[in-house]
């Protein structure tokens, strides 16, 4: 079983920089790909970016140039440095790590809200 806790979320200014953190425990393989996808109302969820234990870096078209995933995989925790933030980058931000054969296995984190607004 694996467990993630998030934390970071809130209300900022358009404009404004925020840093989500998430951290992962249990039972976690050393070949792993941690990420965030966000959920808007009324839209599905998407990427935002993912960070694999490889070293391979994904970004969602929408944030790229404006947010930063980094990790640190001796304490399987994941960051999302997300600045220059807009009234789209609105929704409920979820962790999520992918492991197992193939990826197969996948966890979520509870969610945090983002909130871009004046």
């Known amino acids: 079983q694996v467990e993630l806790v998030e934390s970071g979320g809130g209300l900022v200014q358009p404009g404004g920089s925020l840093r989500l953190s998430c951290a992962a425990s249990g039972s976690i393989f050393s070949a792993n790909v941690m990420g965030w996808y966000r959920q808007a109302p009324g839209k599905e969820r998407e990427l935002v970016a993912s960070?694999?234990?490889?070293?391979?870096?994904r970004y969602g078209d929408s944030v790229k140039g404006r947010f930063t995933i980094s990790r640190d995989s001796a304490n399987n925790t994941v960051y999302l440095q997300m600045n220059g933030l807009k009234p789209e980058d609105t929704a409920v931000y979820y962790c999520?790590?992918?492991?197992?054969?193939?990826?197969?296995?996948?966890?979520w984190g509870q969610g945090t809200q983002v909130t871009v607004s004046s």
């Open positions: 999520n790590i992918k492991l197992g054969l193939l990826y197969s296995s996948s966890y």
């Open positions: 960070f694999s234990s490889g070293g391979r870096i």
